[in-house]
């Protein structure tokens, strides 16, 4: 798992994440090396906020079919399959919760800004441009998804000369500052973005590549 400021980033499926939030699941889970989460932390999921409750080891073989229902399974046998296969790893039980709604998706649609905010994005852009490992983007990539709105993340890549990967994770810190919003294919400027990119005295580098000019490939 990675860790992006209070929140980790843990994968639960769109129905599990969703029954964390209506309350039908409350438990997970897995087999780990090393315990990968305490009580109390936090992790974004596409239903909010999940918090984790708690977390113990136990035996996999003692896992109830009360408790497979809790964890998003229909019976303890199916659950024991979709661990990991390693059955000397520890079998580690989670107790979950939800804990409101993801804080990026009021931050996107805010886009009343003053100018203490606008500073705060410029220099927060500005530390992400020093600390890459492939020039200062920042901007440019805002541009990009500004120019194409719902392009695939590849072709938008290779209209700046990256690796699909590196890209989406340049656009993922932007989503955490609630500049871009993502779709199923694609990406847009936020109300927000849309506002600091009116408002910021910074602009695209010189050196941007003029292959953005071009429409993307087609879906």
């Not at 599990?16 to 990968?36: E, I, K, P």
């Given at each position: 798992?990675?860790?992006?400021?209070?929140?980790?980033?843990?994968?639960?499926?769109?129905?599990?994440?969703?029954?964390?939030?209506?309350?039908?699941?409350?438990?997970?889970?897995?087999?780990?090396?090393?315990?990968d989460?305490?009580?109390?932390?936090?992790?974004?999921?596409?239903?909010?906020?999940?918090?984790?409750?708690?977390?113990e080891?136990?035996?996999?073989?003692?896992?109830?079919?009360?408790?497979?229902?809790?964890?998003?399974?229909?019976?303890?046998?199916?659950?024991r399959?979709?661990?990991?296969?390693?059955?000397t790893?520890?079998?580690y039980?989670?107790?979950?919760?939800w804990?409101?709604?993801?804080?990026?998706?009021?931050?996107?649609?805010?886009?009343?800004?003053?100018?203490?905010?606008?500073?705060?994005?410029?220099?927060?852009?500005?530390r992400?441009?020093?600390?890459?490992?492939?020039?200062?983007?920042?901007?440019a990539?805002?541009d990009l998804?500004?120019?194409?709105?719902?392009?695939?993340?590849?072709?938008?890549?290779?209209?700046?000369?990256?690796?699909?990967?590196?890209?989406?994770?340049?656009?993922?810190?932007?989503k955490?500052?609630?500049?871009?919003?993502?779709?199923?294919?694609?990406?847009e400027?936020?109300?927000?973005g849309?506002?600091?990119?009116a408002?910021?005295?910074?602009?695209?580098?010189d050196?941007?590549?003029?292959?953005?000019?071009?429409s993307?490939?087609?879906?």
């Amino acid at each position: 798992m990675g860790w992006i400021g209070h929140y980790a980033r843990v994968l639960l499926p769109p129905k599990v994440a969703q029954g964390v939030r209506d309350g039908s699941v409350t438990l997970a889970f897995r087999r780990w090396r090393r315990q990968d989460v305490v009580p109390g932390q936090q992790f974004t999921t596409v239903a909010g906020i999940v918090r984790v409750e708690s977390v113990e080891v136990v035996d996999a073989d003692t896992i109830t079919d009360d408790e497979a229902v809790r964890a998003g399974w229909p019976d303890a046998e199916r659950l024991r399959r979709r661990l990991a296969p390693d059955p000397t790893l520890p079998c580690y039980r989670v107790g979950l919760s939800w804990a409101g709604e993801d804080p990026r998706i009021a931050l996107r649609e805010d886009d009343d800004l003053a100018e203490a905010d606008v500073a705060a994005i410029d220099a927060r852009l500005e530390r992400l441009d020093r600390a890459s490992s492939h020039g200062a983007r920042t901007m440019a990539t805002l541009d990009l998804i500004r120019r194409h709105p719902q392009r695939r993340a590849p072709d938008l890549a290779e209209l700046v000369g990256l690796e699909t990967a590196p890209f989406k994770i340049d656009v993922r810190k932007l989503k955490a500052l609630g500049l871009t919003r993502s779709f199923a294919v694609g990406y847009e400027l936020s109300p927000r973005g849309i506002a600091y990119l009116a408002r910021t005295a910074r602009v695209v580098p010189d050196h941007l590549d003029r292959r953005t000019d071009e429409s993307p490939p087609s879906r």
